[in-house]
């Protein structure tokens, strides 16, 4: 008996009822990135290994999808590191290329190679899937598409403020309630100073970003396996627990941080953004969050990340400034900023909350029945001035019982039959039932692309 077939964990098959979900999420997603003037690109699934490796820190790096190298990939590796099965030191000599971890490292690159076909400030957007070999779990996908919006070219704090108004008509589109936790990595980068320990920045980072994951005191036991004293870990508590509004907390952080020249910057950066963003009004909750790390290595300026306020996951929506990650490739002193939407996970809420419209359970408006070859020729010709005019439309393919072709509408949520029979054909009209109230109506194909285009306005 042949075995049956599976998928690797951490990956999903979608339905097409689940496919007409998605592309609402990323066709909401799209349109809001090309109202503020991104343009897209894409680039390839695979990169060389080069190019992803030492960008996303130590923990980064163990999740990164490895290639092997075609044909016969073991004859030019170490045999004595095949013997000690030393796997660290063999990935190089048997892969050359890795599975995108994610959009913004393949964007840098793409930045420094086309840099004499690109426009400076360059406002970029990439909906595209990513790979991380993590543990799957609830809201954690080994493969999962990110929305990204990026600009690079522009030391401007008008590109944070933008981006987080651009977040803000996302969700409020999405009809999703969220929280923008807001933070700046001088600010952390102060912080190491004033613990006396700037050389564990990216320790103190990577630990206290997880903080929301696994509580305080396992952050504090992480940082003392990094090697932090436990005077320097006493330091740090009560600036994690700074608390009260938005700009008490900012002024809290300006007396911690009044002796540390890089804090300062982060804040009086931080104070802009936030600023900036409420002149401008927001539906959405912000909030300052000093624990907030988005331990990546790249960024360099603000951080941010995006909670559901209804729905317990991670972060749906992250980002930050990053000064210093095109100089890895050659190209130095070009300055980004940019967001990434974790399309799996809206997803995932949206489905929990069940907030997608009525309209997206369907791509066929019409469905148009068939009783015969007279008729199916009459029905093809009428569906075809419909789709002329906008309107989605089907033919039932073989001439099957009423009761057939009705059920197959229905399990298909198509909102509206065509029904063409001898009467309908004799008269050159259809009858056009709508499946949620069995109401129907005698029409012309003219008066019929009317009423649809019209129809619940």
Not at 54 to 82: P, Q, V
Not at 216 to 234: K, Q
Not at 388 to 394: F, Q, R, T
Request: negative net charge.
């Amino acid at each position: 008996m042949a075995q049956k077939p599976s998928i690797p964990k951490g990956t999903r098959d979608f339905s097409p009822a689940e496919m007409a979900k998605r592309n609402y999420i990323f066709d909401t997603i799209r349109d809001v990135f090309r109202l503020y003037g991104f343009k897209q690109i894409e680039t390839p699934a695979m990169e060389n290994l080069s190019t992803l490796m030492g960008k996303y820190g130590e923990e980064g790096d163990k999740l990164l999808f490895k290639i092997l190298n075609s044909g016969d990939f073991l004859s030019k590796a170490d045999r004595n590191l095949i013997d000690a099965g030393d796997c660290v030191k063999l990935t190089s000599q048997l892969c050359e290329k890795g599975l995108r971890y994610d959009l913004t490292v393949p964007f840098a690159r793409y930045v420094v190679q086309h840099r004499n076909e690109i426009q400076f400030p360059f406002k970029r957007f990439q909906i595209q899937p990513v790979w991380r070999a993590d543990r799957p779990q609830k809201g954690r996908y080994r493969e999962f598409y990110q929305c990204d919006a990026d600009i690079i070219g522009s030391d401007s704090l008008i590109n944070e403020i933008e981006l987080l108004q651009l977040i803000d008509e996302v969700f409020s589109r999405l009809k999703i309630n969220i929280t923008i936790k807001l933070n700046n990595r001088k600010i952390l980068a102060g912080i190491a100073e004033l613990i006396g320990a700037p050389e564990k920045i990216i320790d103190i980072t990577v630990a206290i970003d997880k903080i929301d994951k696994i509580g305080i005191e396992n952050v504090n036991a992480e940082l003392r396996e990094r090697g932090l004293s436990d005077e320097a870990i006493a330091t740090l508590q009560p600036i994690l627990a700074i608390d009260g509004s938005i700009e008490e907390r900012v002024n809290k952080l300006q007396e911690v941080l009044a002796s540390s020249e890089t804090g300062m910057l982060g804040v009086a950066e931080l104070r802009e953004v936030i600023n900036g963003v409420e002149a401008l009004g927001l539906r959405a909750c912000l909030d300052l969050d000093v624990s907030l790390a988005r331990g990546l290595n790249y960024y360099t300026g603000t951080i941010l990340e995006v909670k559901a306020q209804d729905v317990q996951i991670g972060s749906i929506t992250g980002g930050g400034r990053y000064d210093n990650l095109t100089g890895v490739f050659g190209l130095d002193n070009v300055s980004g900023v940019g967001i990434s939407f974790g399309a799996d996970r809206i997803y995932d809420v949206l489905n929990t909350l069940d907030l997608y419209p009525a309209e997206t359970s369907s791509a066929t408006t019409v469905m148009f029945t068939n009783f015969g070859t007279a008729e199916a020729a009459a029905s093809l010709k009428m569906a075809k001035q419909l789709r002329a005019a906008g309107i989605s439309a089907e033919v039932y393919p073989e001439s099957s019982k009423m009761k057939k072709q009705m059920g197959y509408a229905d399990a298909l949520n198509v909102p509206f039959v065509a029904i063409v029979g001898e009467t309908e054909l004799a008269e050159n009209k259809l009858m056009l039932k709508e499946m949620a109230t069995g109401n129907q109506q005698l029409l012309s194909i003219e008066q019929a692309i009317d009423f649809l285009a019209n129809y619940g306005k």
